[in-house]
């Protein structure tokens, strides 16, 4: 789920920052730039891991600040396909259900990759699984903050330096979005699964 990468980069000090002590400096800089932010095609940054060379630094005539080559360690956060997921349920959609992970909320489960049978509620906005245990049927409903098991089929990502016009294209470009299932045994909401339920 998270990785460590390695990057390199001509990392700008301004003078405000001549205070601290470079390596400090170089820091504060780094996870400003970096953290909450996605890196194409690493992932979400998290944190600035640690600092594995500092080069000379220079500046450059008219401005006051400096520049150093840095090669650093960065923390960030990517799942692999197949990885195995607990979230909780932000919101449904007739398209399908949003999860959020706490610290990222661009997971998505598109309708074909819900139980099955299942239809989505109008009135209570949500989905329900119509599962059968052979005797009756019972709908189980995929409440918002329910806690909810997914298994990551892909991750998107996207170039949204351009920006976007409506609502509809700003969730379609995502800077990065977390495609995940529960159409199988042992995925969906954790209440589901409950040894004393089965």
């Not at 789920?1 to 601290?20: A, D, H, T, Y």
Request: with cysteine.
């Amino acid at each position: 789920m998270f990785q460590l990468i390695e990057l390199r980069n001509n990392v700008g000090i301004r003078p405000s920052l001549f205070k601290l002590e470079q390596t400090r400096a170089i820091k504060e800089v780094l996870n400003a730039k970096l953290a909450n932010k996605v890196l194409y095609p690493h992932g979400l940054c998290i944190a600035l891991h640690d600092i594995v060379q500092i080069g000379e630094s220079f500046s450059f005539p008219g401005d006051a600040g400096t520049y150093t080559s840095v090669l650093f360690r960065y923390i960030v956060f990517r799942p692999f396909e197949e990885e195995v997921i607990i979230g909780k349920v932000r919101r449904s959609s007739p398209d399908g259900v949003w999860v959020t992970l706490g610290f990222f909320e661009d997971v998505f489960i598109p309708e074909t990759y819900l139980q099955s049978p299942h239809r989505f509620d109008p009135e209570e906005n949500c989905w329900v699984w119509e599962y059968t245990d052979g005797l009756e049927t019972h709908n189980l409903y995929m409440d918002e903050r329910e806690e909810i098991r997914f298994r990551v089929v892909k991750i998107e990502f996207n170039d949204v330096a351009k920006g976007s016009n409506t609502a509809a294209d700003s969730e379609e470009l995502l800077p990065m979005k977390i495609i995940g299932t529960i159409s199988e045994p042992g995925l969906g909401l954790l209440s589901w699964w409950k040894e004393d339920n089965i």
